[in-house]
């Protein structure tokens, strides 16, 4: 239970601090991912979904090494950031200003 308790806060720590501080807001950071993603892909990704594929990332590194706990941090801090952004509609990151 102690390292569970300890992968969620380091969580916590790199979605609100250390990884905002180096990547910014994690709402535009996504939003600009879906739409460069959406555009090289030809087909349209939200930001929640890029939170998704995110994790699909973290996930398969994982299967490799399920000692690296810097993976599992990770997966943790995108499910919380993709909860927000596909819970949060009002937000208004699931829509793009213009067509792909």
């Not at 087909?43 to 590194?61: F, Y």
Request: proline share 2%; aromatic share 8%.
């Amino acid at each position: 239970m102690e390292l569970r308790a300890k992968i969620l806060t380091q969580a916590k720590d790199a979605v609100l601090h250390s990884r905002a501080a180096t990547h910014g807001d994690a709402e535009r950071n996504f939003s600009m991912i879906a739409r460069v993603w959406s555009v090289r892909l030809g087909v349209k990704i939200t930001p929640a979904q890029v939170a998704l594929l995110m994790i699909d990332l973290k996930t398969s590194r994982a299967w490799e090494n399920p000692k690296h706990e810097d993976s599992w941090v990770d997966i943790a801090g995108y499910s919380a950031c993709g909860a927000e952004l596909g819970l949060d509609i009002s937000k208004g990151y699931d829509s793009f200003d213009s067509e792909v």
